[in-house]
């Protein structure tokens, strides 16, 4: 990653004060000087939020609770008082939304006597603090006490967990905050709809060797942070579920010299600066991999999701070796440049064990001879029982990288299970996709490898259930995809409205139009973006072919255009010279207008793909047409319930 420096101011404040600094208050404004983070040192450590002439957050306590009842944050003694500016770039080696990302704040760092400090940063478009210590050997952090004091009873978009055992695929349930109890909890990001003011998206950044964040209620205005105890012992039930049985009364072990995961408070005053946020990556842990020019974003074809429901051929289609040479043929006459070997090419608990009929070396061979890459699904337990083995037939095959699935926790060991695997690929110059995981806090930007992950209700939900609808689609682009790329698994070619959606485990379909799907490669963020269907659907399908063999996975720019969580989306994106333009609605029909004037000057020719006429009944209905246009127009759009429309302008 390379940093473009180009201003950077560095004010020190070097004061000791005893106990006379009870009381003081420290602030730091964000640069545009719309949001204002009060820190009041008194007994305790509070901060307070402000956005232009409005509060946010009344103050909220935070601490740190060690072992021995050492509370680092109760009757605190600042020793000293740090400020700084920073306006730089960042160009990330694999780019999401931009290709140059803006990183301007402002920040505050408190030195406190007892080894510990605070550190607060204002952006434009949110803040974030986060605790240090320095102090010697190993600490055990029984707590860590997070408050968020809302100044009013506002609605929250709640994925509300059932425990700390979760692949963290929940239902944002809209609810009030005084309704949310001590005994009510949920994963993050999670947003606060503010009444008459910002969206505030919760979440968190630079999370290593140490727990995730949760939230719970307490049946007011506030969000408490929780998090999983420390894992003392778990047990597998069988090869991919390995609950923990027996936790302890902390939540971390940890060396006492370091710096702890940001709390992170997003403020957007559009629905649509939500997509466009880029803390998270700006926020974590600087690029620690001296080559990336072996990362390869792209598009995968997918085997599971469709369940090998291959058509027209002279083989019995399946887990076997022609299979998936028929998907890498698929993936090499369409230029895409990965397939994914999903559950079944092993015996399940042995990496080492190949099942009939699938010849490994045959296949790398042959997807080598096509410039194809393979990626095989793993069971985590299974993984970490084989490392070493597994990593090197990996390395041995061939393999462009994996998808790792299962772990649905996050407590401390297994935080630091992520961070092993993403090294131990990066050194094999492999790709990362985690499965059942948890939210993404900026592992990419230290490991570009780590391209991609799931941790929401993706399109594999249609084979049980309808969880993936049209309503869901088009809110976790404000509320998961902030945090960052999600691989939700696009791409279905059987398309239902509601009155017609069946969920069939081996013949899925999805819910909403052809369009809805076909947007998503622009409206959702993955460097690795999956075609979920089936390469015999896909080849009968050349018209939306067109679409899905060209549209990027990754973007130099994006600009949002038009949106409002739950209920639409309209983005644009740029890759090179040509711009896409993706558009999704839930269940509710209606029309947007395509506001061109982002593009540059003269005529530019733009392919439509659009919702059919009757595709409030037939989801499959879909129109392409081919139009001029120039910055100056402005095009209204209509979409069928659950529908969308795509565009590539050129």
């Given at each position: 990653m ?6 950077v ?38 901060y ?21 009842n050492?509370?680092?944050?109760a ?17 990330p080696p694999?780019?999401?939304k931009?290709?140059v ?9 408190i ?8 550190i ?7 803040v974030?603090?986060?605790?240090v ?43 009030k ?19 008459n003011g910002?969206?505030v ?25 929780k998090?999983?105890a ?23 072990k ?18 649509g ?6 803390i ?10 001296e ?8 598009k ?12 027209g051929?002279?083989f019995?289609?399946?887990?076997n ?12 006459k369409?230029?895409?440049?990965y ?5 079944g ?29 393979i ?9 970490d029982?084989?490392?070493t ?5 990996f ?8 998808k ?12 630091n ?8 690929t ?7 996709d985690f ?5 993404p ?11 991609t ?25 404000f ?21 017609n959606?069946q ?20 409206v ?24 899905l063999?060209?549209v ?12 409002k969580?739950a209920?639409?989306?309209?983005v ?10 993706g ?39 879909f ?7 120039s910055?100056?127009?402005k ?10 429309w ?5």
């Open positions: 390379i940093r473009h420096k180009l201003v101011l560095l004010f020190v404040i070097s004061v000791s004060f005893g106990v006379e600094s009870f009381g003081r208050e420290y602030e730091v404004i964000s640069p545009n000087k719309n949001l204002r983070l009060k820190i009041d040192v008194g007994q305790k450590i509070l307070s939020l402000g956005y232009k002439s409005q509060q946010l957050l009344k103050p909220s306590p935070i601490s740190l609770t060690l072992s021995g050492r509370i680092l944050g009757n605190p003694e600042v020793l000293q008082v740090k400020r700084r500016s920073i306006d730089e770039q960042i160009i694999v780019r999401i931009s290709k990302i803006a990183d301007k704040f402002n920040e505050i760092s030195e406190f006597k007892g080894g510990f400090g605070l607060f940063r204002a952006y434009d478009d949110g974030a603090y986060r605790f210590t320095d102090i010697n050997g190993e600490i055990v952090i029984v707590t860590e006490e997070a408050t968020f004091n809302f100044a009013d009873n506002h609605a929250i978009y709640f994925p509300e967990e059932e425990s700390f055992q979760t692949h963290s695929e929940r239902e944002y349930k809209y609810l905050l005084s309704t949310i109890s001590d005994k009510m909890m949920c994963c993050v990001p999670a947003l606060v709809e503010v009444q910002p969206k998206l919760i979440t968190e950044a630079d999370l290593e060797n140490y727990p995730g964040l949760y939230l719970r209620g307490g049946n007011n205005d506030s969000l408490y942070g998090f999983p420390f894992a003392l012992a778990d047990k597998a039930r069988n090869d991919r579920d390995v609950p923990v049985t027996k936790r302890a009364d902390f939540i971390a940890t060396n006492g010299r370091r710096s702890y995961p940001w709390r992170v408070l997003i403020v957007a005053e559009k629905d600066d939500l997509i466009e946020n880029q998270v990556y700006k926020l974590a842990k600087p690029l620690q991999l080559d990336t020019s072996w990362i390869k974003p792209g995968v074809a997918w085997d599971w999701w469709n369940a090998n429901n291959l058509y051929v002279d019995k289609a399946g887990v070796t022609e299979t998936y040479k028929y998907y890498i043929d698929f993936a090499a369409y230029g895409i440049e397939i994914i070997l999903d559950e090419w092993y015996v399940l608990g042995d990496l080492m064990k190949i099942v009939e009929g699938m010849d490994m070396e045959e296949l790398f061979r042959y997807a080598k001879s096509k410039n194809v890459g990626i095989p699904w793993v069971i985590w337990k299974t993984l029982d084989q490392l083995e597994a990593m090197d037939q390395e041995k095959w061939g393999a462009k990288g994996l790792v699935d299962f772990m649905q926790r996050d407590d401390q060991w297994m935080v299970y992520y961070h092993k695997i993403a090294k131990e990066a050194r094999r110059h492999m790709l990362v499965h059942g995981s948890f939210k806090t900026g592992l990419r930007r230290a490991y570009p490898n780590v391209i992950r799931e941790g929401l209700r993706g399109l594999e939900n249609s084979k049980w259930g309808n969880a993936a609808n049209p309503e869901y689609n088009v809110t976790i682009p509320i998961r995809m902030v945090a960052g790329p999600m691989d939700f698994t696009p791409g279905a070619m059987i398309n239902a409205q509601q009155s959606f969920p069939i485990f081996n013949r899925p379909m999805s819910m909403g139009t052809r369009c809805h799907q076909l947007a998503m490669y622009v959702y963020e993955s460097p690795l973006q999956m075609l979920a269907d089936s390469p015999s659907n896909y080849l009968r399908e050349s018209e939306c072919m067109e679409f063999a060209k990027p996975t990754v973007w130099d720019e994006t600009k949002v255009l038009d949106a969580v209920d639409y989306v309209l644009a994106r740029k890759n090179g010279a040509e711009w896409y333009v558009a999704m609605t839930d269940w509710t029909g209606r029309e947007l207008t395509v506001d061109f004037s982002f593009l540059g000057p003269g005529r530019h020719t733009i392919d439509i793909y659009k919702d059919g006429i009757n595709a409030d009944r037939i989801g499959n209905d129109k392409k047409e081919n139009k001029k246009i910055a100056r127009d095009m209204k759009i209509k979409l069928a319930p659950g529908g969308g795509a565009a590539i302008i050129k």
